[in-house]
C-alpha cells in the first residue's frame, strides 16, 4: 500500500489483484468503516460479493452513522457528521456509490450539487443571554500568550505529547478564548482530552481556521447520514451479492502468532443466542472495527432519563480479547475504563406545532421550513452551565418527517452539574426537563416553556458513555496500527485504528482506515489519497495567522526589543522579495 497525490491516481481503476478469486471476507461491524471495506473489497479488490460477509452485533447497519424515524419513540439521531472538500478517501469512496434519490448520479455528485446550490454557513454561532447574540463578531480573542501556546503545540513532535492533557499544554488565557470556545464545541474537546489529538486537528484542518467562527468550511448531507450515506452503501453492496448477517456478537478472533507471522485462524461469535466458530485460512482476510464511539448508548423519551449503561460492551470486550494475544493489538483499557471522561449527551427535539419554530427563526435569522441550511452547524450556549449547543440541519431531515415538524439536535458537553433553568444534571433530566432548558435558552418566556415542552415538541434524550473515547490521553502503541506489523490476513478500522496520517472523529478517518485495510491485505495496485498537505503550505499558513491575530499585523505585536530589532532587520532583507508580497497578501504587514 503506498499514497498518492493528484487525480493521476485517482481516475485509475487498478488490475484484478492476484488470486482475488480464491478469498474472502469478513468484516466485523457495519459501521462506516466496515461498510467502506466491503465497498474497496468490491470496487478497487474486484473480490466477489458472495465472498463478502458482513457480521452485525445489532439489526441495524450504520453504527454511529445513524438517523431513524423508530415507530415508539420518534425520530432520533445521536450526532451529526460534518464534512469538507478534503475527505479524499471519502470522495473518492462515494464517487463510485449511486445514488438512490436521483437515477445516473452518484452520491458525491448529489452531495456536491446540493452544497453548491445551498453552501453552509451561520448567521448565529454562539449566543448568551436566553437567545441574545453572544458578538463573537468572528474574532478568536487570543492573546499573545495564548497564541504562542497554539504556535509550540503546532510545532511539537507526536512522542513529546504521548499521554499529555489539553491542560498540560496551554494556560487560563488559552481556555478564557473565543478560539477555545468554536473549538471545542464544535470538535467536543474537553480540558482534560488528548494534547496529541488537540496538535493533530490543528494540523490536519489549519486550512479552515478562518471558517472556524462561521463554520463556512462545512458542508452537510441532505438527510440525517443514515438516509444519506449508509442506505446507499447498504444497495449498492446488496447488488453484489454481499452477505450482512446481524444479530451476531463476536467476541473474539484467534491467532496463529509465530515470531514474525500473524494469522487469523477461528472467528468466535454468537448468533441467535448459540454460540459459533467460523475457520479461517490464509485466504479469509478479516476486517475488525475494534472499540464504539456509540457503544453502550442507551435512550430516554419525554418522561424518562436515560438510563446509564456501565458495562464494558461487546465491541470493547471483542478488542481486549484481541488484545491479550499480542501487543501490537493495543491497548483498548487507555480508552474505555474512565466513562466520566469520555461521556456526554445528546437529545432529538422534534417540533409537533407552530409555537417554537418562531424562536428558532429569531435566533438563526433563517425560515427552519425553507429545506435550506438554518443554523448552518451548531449554534453555542455560551452561558449554559451543560455548555448546551444545539443545531437544524435542512429541513426534513428525515424523508418521512411531516412537513410541519422540525427535528432539532441538541448536546450538552457538561452532563453532570445542574442546568441554568431545570437545576438538575442533564444526565438526570427527562426529555421534556431537557427541552425545556432548550427553549429557556431559546428566549421561550418563562411562563410558557412547561406547557410549550410538554405539548408542543417530543424529546429523546441519548446518553453515549464512549463518545469521546478516541480523545483520550494515548502513547505510541494504544491504538493499534491499521494492519499490524506481521499481519497476513487481518486488520483494523474505524475510529479506533491507528494511521497516522489522519485525524479520529470524521467520516474521512472510517473510511481511510478501510480504503488502507483492503488495499494493504490485497496489495492492491494504487494510491490512497494522501491527507491535504495545507499544513506544510506557507499561503495556508499565513492566512490562518492573519485570521488568528483579529485583524492585527505582526508589526502590532508586543515585542522584546531585540525582538523587534529583529523584525526590524528582516522586512528590510525581505524588501522587494516575494516574501514581503505574501506578507501584504495575507494582511499580516
Same mark, same amino acid.
Given at each position: 500500500? &503506498?499514497?498518492? =497525490? ?80 478534503? $475527505? ?51 474574532? $478568536? ?20 505529547? &504521548? ?7 496551554? !494556560? ?63 444497495? &449498492? ?64 423519551? %419525554? ?49 409537533? %406545532? ?20 438554518v443554523t448552518g452547524g451548531i449554534i453555542t450556549v455560551k452561558d449554559s452551565n451543560w455548555l ?9 431531515? $428525515? ?14 458537553? $457538561? ?14 433530566? !427527562? ?57 497476513? =490476513? ?12 489522519? !485525524? ?51 508589526? %502590532? ?33
Open positions: 500500500m &503506498y499514497y498518492s =497525490n493528484g487525480n493521476y491516481e485517482a481516475f485509475a481503476r487498478p488490475q484484478k489483484p492476484a488470486d482475488v478469486d480464491k478469498k474472502s471476507a469478513y468484516l466485523v461491524g457495519s459501521g462506516l468503516a466496515a461498510l467502506a471495506a466491503a465497498c474497496f473489497l468490491v470496487r478497487d479488490g474486484q473480490m466477489k460479493g458472495e465472498n463478502i460477509h458482513i457480521l452485525e452485533e445489532l439489526n441495524i447497519a450504520g453504527g454511529a452513522c445513524d438517523g431513524i424515524n423508530d415507530p415508539q419513540k420518534g425520530f432520533i439521531i445521536r450526532g451529526g457528521r460534518e464534512m469538507e472538500n478534503h $475527505f479524499e478517501c471519502l470522495w473518492d469512496l462515494f464517487h463510485s456509490i449511486p445514488s438512490i434519490e436521483t437515477e445516473g448520479v452518484s452520491v458525491l455528485d448529489e452531495f456536491y450539487y446540493l452544497n453548491k446550490k445551498d453552501p453552509n454557513y451561520s448567521l448565529m454561532r454562539a449566543t448568551v443571554n436566553r437567545g441574545e447574540d453572544a458578538h463573537t463578531d468572528g474574532k $478568536f480573542t487570543l492573546s499573545q500568550k495564548a497564541s504562542m501556546e497554539i504556535i509550540k503545540l503546532f510545532m511539537t513532535r507526536d512522542e513529546d505529547l &504521548y499521554d499529555k492533557k489539553i491542560t498540560d499544554v496551554f !494556560t487560563d488565557e488559552f481556555f478564557a478564548s473565543n478560539f477555545w470556545l468554536y473549538w471545542r464545541t464544535m470538535f467536543a474537546f474537553e480540558d482534560w482530552h488528548s494534547a496529541l489529538e488537540m496538535k493533530l486537528y490543528i494540523q490536519r484542518f489549519i486550512h479552515h481556521i478562518g471558517g472556524l467562527p462561521d463554520f463556512s468550511a462545512l458542508k452537510f448531507t441532505k438527510y440525517n447520514q443514515y438516509e444519506s450515506l449508509i442506505l446507499p452503501m447498504l444497495k &449498492y453492496l446488496e447488488s453484489h451479492g454481499v452477505s450482512l448477517q446481524y444479530d451476531t456478537k463476536v467476541t473474539n478472533v484467534i491467532f496463529d502468532i509465530q515470531e514474525d507471522k500473524k494469522v487469523a485462524t477461528k472467528i468466535i461469535c454468537e448468533h441467535n443466542g448459540k454460540e459459533e466458530s467460523i475457520g479461517l485460512t490464509e485466504n479469509d482476510l478479516v476486517f475488525v472495527t475494534n472499540g464504539s464511539c456509540t457503544e453502550n448508548s442507551t435512550l430516554g423519551d %419525554d418522561n424518562h432519563a436515560p438510563v446509564f449503561n456501565d458495562s464494558v460492551g461487546g465491541c470493547w470486550e471483542l478488542w481486549r480479547n484481541i488484545a491479550k494475544q499480542d501487543p501490537s493489538f493495543g491497548h483498548p483499557d487507555k480508552f474505555c475504563t474512565d466513562k466520566k471522561a469520555t461521556t456526554w449527551e445528546s437529545a432529538t427535539v422534534t417540533t409537533l %406545532d407552530g409555537r417554537i419554530p418562531p424562536y428558532i427563526e429569531k435566533v438563526c435569522k433563517r425560515d427552519p421550513f425553507s429545506g435550506n441550511v448546551m449547543s444545539y443545531t437544524l440541519n435542512r429541513q426534513p431531515h $428525515f424523508k418521512s418527517q411531516p412537513k410541519d415538524q422540525l427535528v432539532v439536535w441538541v448536546y450538552g458537553l $457538561f452532563s453532570d452539574v445542574p442546568g441554568n433553568y431545570i437545576k438538575k444534571p442533564m444526565k438526570e433530566c !427527562t426529555g421534556i426537563e431537557i427541552t425545556e432548558e432548550w427553549l429557556y435558552h431559546l428566549g421561550v418566556p418563562e411562563a410558557e416553556i412547561h406547557d410549550m415542552a410538554t405539548k408542543s415538541a417530543h424529546c429523546i434524550p441519548c446518553m453515549m458513555p464512549y463518545i469521546t473515547a478516541f480523545f483520550m490521553p494515548r502513547a505510541k502503541g494504544d491504538r493499534p496500527s491499521v494492519v499490524p506489523d506481521g499481519s497476513v =490476513n487481518f486488520a483494523f478500522i474505524g475510529q479506533f485504528a491507528d494511521t497516522v496520517r489522519d !485525524t479520529v472523529f470524521t467520516t474521512e478517518y472510517s473510511v481511510r482506515t478501510a480504503m488502507e485495510a483492503v488495499y494493504t491485505l490485497l496489495n492492491v495496485d494504487r494510491g490512497v489519497p494522501e491527507v491535504f498537505n495545507s499544513c506544510y503550505d506557507v499561503r495556508v499558513l499565513l492566512d490562518s495567522t492573519a485570521k488568528m491575530l483579529d485583524g492585527k499585523k505582526l508589526t %502590532d505585536l508586543k515585542l522584546p526589543l531585540s525582538a523587534k530589532i529583529f523584525e526590524s532587520k528582516a522586512l528590510k532583507m525581505a524588501s522587494d522579495t516575494v516574501i514581503l508580497d505574501l506578507l501584504k497578501r495575507y494582511n499580516l504587514i
